[in-house]
Nanobody
Framework: QVQLVESGGGLVQAGGSLRLSCAAS????????LGWFRQAPGKEREFVAV????????SYADSVKGRFTISRDNAKNTALLQMNSLTPEDTAVYYC?????????????????????WGQGTQVTVSP
């Protein structure tokens, strides 16, 4: 069973940076793609970024492309989300998620239903 714990959220001014960390545990976590999602008050959970289980490919939502970078360290069972040039529109609870299948290279990664394990979330607040 995969378990995920996010950390690194906080309050930052617009234009600032934060780095989120996702500590993953479980026998198969290294074989699963890891994604980041976010959910703002009154809005649906939305895809932010994903990295393949090998760590050799990444994809981003258009809204964060060029500002956010996802990475993973399988030796440490950790996924990171480096967020730069933050804007108030980035304010949300950020969640780490693990692919519900192992060894998948292609799938409908923006869909929350494709993930079977979720962390508890970490709050990111960007002030104007």
């Amino acid at each position: 069973q995969v378990q995920l714990v996010e950390s690194g959220g906080g309050l930052v001014q617009a234009g600032g940076s934060l780095r989120l960390s996702c500590a993953a545990s479980g026998r198969t976590v290294r074989s699963r793609a890891l994604g980041w999602f976010r959910q703002a008050p009154g809005k649906e959970r939305e895809f932010v970024a994903v990295i393949t289980w090998r760590g050799d490919s990444t994809s981003y939502a258009d809204s964060v492309k060029g500002r956010f970078t996802i990475s993973r360290d399988n030796a440490k069972n950790t996924a990171l989300l480096q967020m730069n040039s933050l804007t108030p529109e980035d304010t949300a609870v950020y969640y780490c998620a693990a692919d519900k299948y192992v060894y998948r290279d292609t799938y409908n990664y923006p869909a929350p239903a494709e993930y079977s394990a979720w962390g508890q979330g970490t709050q990111v607040t960007v002030s104007p």
